[in-house]
């Protein structure tokens, strides 16, 4: 099919948008690059979408120059505030890829050859749970969007003769859990039990049962689900998910899992015992866009039994009478139906460099956190708040204040040496460091600790 005669064809223009997407994914991210405000930014930029239009040279210019400059690093090696993203090449390049070939993934009759190599990749993430074969899911934007869909699937399956009421539902969930758990609730429109955390802030199979146990016999009938978190996105915890399994599976509650961040560790063998009881989950999401070195935006949402998640998902119209309801449609497992391939790039990494590969690097990362956990305890100015399960690292420095800690972030950002910005441990401000990137080296961390000590 030839392109051109509405919308002019700009050779040119598509070799410059190819060769610095090729150059930026070699060379990586620029560490300086940080947010200015919109009012700037308006100055720098004028306007750019107008009548005439301003040419793809000169929107590509304000791009490269002016956009891109004022985002934030994702892939840099200091990057470890917040859960960064370290891309592999392989995964970046394809990206350009999926795109350019234009595929509507959200049913099998109009994609099936990416979702016959989506499924892989997700075949490949419940092999690591010890799931039956027949489980699987769909990719989805984030984990905002697997959970919600997860849980929308439990609360459908609650639902029979006598559960049909006016009333609110509850789902029970620990205070580490992600905010989009909250978020989860207020759209659904359901109550949150909260299950108190131990001194490492886990829930545990204990206090789940306690917290059932004391609610009234109408309350319990509302519950229709607990949401475990493996990986809490402040310190790295993972839950008791054997203890909360065995609570689920006495009350038949749904057991979903949220490792959007730490799920990435069930491909290490050395973090393999934090993950018992993940076997008996029902619903489970990871963000291969955190730690399992994709693109933005991916997250593997896979169920257990997926005809749950289809009786709660799919869509039905006069002009979707043609679909094949035989075969997987993604649009059925989750709350979309346009979606991209979006767990492409994810396949191909995974199909360019094996298993294994993706094995050793989630090793690395937490070699990587054990090390600079041993450099903390090192230094007497500074105190390692626990011991890390996964790569999040939680540390003071003696006799810091809130201001202290928030002056040197931002002049380490600044200067472009480390992205790390302060949060909160049992009320008092601590830093935290996340690390994702098997390139993140512990000697260039350890010389950041020592300008702690100044």
């Known amino acids: 099919m030839t392109r051109g005669r509405f919308w002019p064809r700009d050779e040119a223009l598509l070799g410059s948008v190819v060769d610095w997407s090729i150059n930026r994914i070699a060379e990586g991210q620029d560490p300086l690059t940080a947010a200015r405000s919109a009012d700037v930014l308006l100055e720098e930029v004028g ?17 490269t120059e002016v956009l891109v400059p004022v985002t934030r690093a994702q892939d840099e090696p200091m990057n470890l505030a917040y859960v960064a993203a ?18 509507f993934a959200g049913t099998w009759e109009s994609g099936a050859g990416a979702i ?5 990749a997700l075949a490949w993430i419940t092999s690591l749970m010890d799931w039956p074969e027949a489980a699987g899911g769909c990719f989805v934007a984030g984990g905002t969007m697997g959970n919600l869909s997860a849980l929308v699937a439990a609360r459908s399956g609650a639902v ?9 539902w509850m789902f029970a969930a620990s205070p580490g859990a992600h905010s989009s758990i909250v978020a989860a609730a207020r759209v659904m429109d359901c109550d ?12 545990t199979g204990e206090a789940l049962s306690a917290a059932v146990a004391d609610l009234s016999p109408e ?12 990986g809490t996105t402040n310190a790295g915890v993972v839950d008791d998910l054997a203890g909360v399994a065995a609570v689920c599976g006495e009350r038949d509650l749904w057991f979903h899992v949220d490792g959007a961040y730490g799920g990435a560790a069930l491909a290490a063998a050395s973090a393999r015992s934090l993950f018992v009881g993940i076997e008996h989950a029902d619903s489970f999401v990871v963000d291969p866009h ?8 991916c997250c593997a949402l896979v169920y257990r039994e997926p005809i749950n998640a289809a009786v709660a998902h799919s869509q039905f119209a006069t002009y979707l009478d043609q679909i094949d309801r035989s075969e997987w449609n993604p649009a059925d497992y989750a709350i979309h139906l346009s979606r991209r391939a979006r767990g492409l790039p994810f396949w191909f990494s995974l199909a360019t460099y094996g298993t294994d590969r993706y094995s050793d690097a989630v090793e690395t990362v937490l070699a990587v956190a054990r090390g600079v956990a041993d450099e903390v305890r090192r230094r007497p100015f500074l105190n390692l708040v626990m011991e890390p399960d996964l790569s999040v690292l939680l540390f003071e420095r003696r006799g810091w204040e809130l201001d202290d800690y928030e002056a040197w972030s931002e002049r380490n950002a600044q200067a472009g040496i480390v992205l790390c910005v302060p949060t909160r ?27 702690l000590g100044d």
């Open 47 to 63: 306007q750019t979408v107008t009548s005439a239009g301003i040419g793809g040279a000169e929107a590509l210019r304000l791009f």
């Open 192 to 203: 949150i039990l909260e299950v108190a955390g131990d001194e490492r802030g886990r829930m």
């Open 86 to 103: 370290a891309p592999t090449e392989a995964a970046l390049v394809f990206d350009l890829a999926v795109s350019a070939a234009g595929i």
């Open 160 to 168: 029979t003769p006598g559960t049909e009421w006016a009333g609110r």
């Open 425 to 451: 441990w049992e009320g008092r401000p601590v830093l935290r460091f996340c690390f994702v990137n098997p390139d993140t080296e512990v000697e260039s961390v350890a010389a950041v600790l020592d300008s």
């Open 219 to 230: 309350d319990q009938v509302r519950l229709f689900a607990v949401v475990a978190t493996a």
């Open 116 to 120: 016959a190599a989506e499924n892989q």
């Open 290 to 297: 955190k730690w399992l070195f994709a693109p933005y935006d």
